[in-house]
């Protein structure tokens, strides 16, 4: 078994069940789009005047501990008895949660709401809680 715990299978387009789509608001298929060592997938939703941008990163080599020291991170209760950090962006209506997959991978949910980081943060937690589901 690799490091990633099978996560190097998942493709991260498919991370989100229709149903999980639905509960978010979400339509259309999710875009691929690397982001730095994770492969990843975009959906876009149009709210009120502002574009919503959610995303799911995977990381098959990169850990929660081996996120940067120097992010915003805050700790959050597990999800689904995964350990999950909160990374809300220092400036901007930008917000991830990270979900343990294995000591060695990690999965990324990023909300960009606008300028409103609290809507980003909620968000953020319900596309984890969403997707984690389908993490090995």
């Given amino acids: 078994m690799s490091n990633s715990g099978g996560l190097a299978k998942l493709d991260p387009c498919d991370a989100l069940t229709p149903a999980g789509k639905s509960q978010l608001g979400l339509t259309g298929e999710g875009v691929p789009d690397d982001l ?31 996120l940067p020291d120097d992010l915003n991170k805050r700790e959050l209760p597990p999800i689904n008895g995964r350990e999950a950090v909160q990374i809300p ?48």
Avoid at 54 to 65: A, M, R
Avoid at 115 to 128: G, P
């Fill in 36 to 66: 730095g060592s994770g492969r990843s997938c975009v959906w876009k939703q149009r709210v009120q005047e502002d574009l919503y941008h959610y995303g799911i990163t995977l990381y098959d080599k990169s850990g929660l501990k081996d």
């Fill in 89 to 136: 962006s220092l400036v901007g209506g930008s917000c991830s949660v990270n979900v343990a997959v294995t000591e060695k991978s990690n999965a990324m949910a990023l909300v960009v709401a606008g300028a409103n980081r609290a809507k980003a943060c909620e968000l953020a937690l319900s596309l984890a809680e969403a997707f984690e589901p389908q993490l090995p």
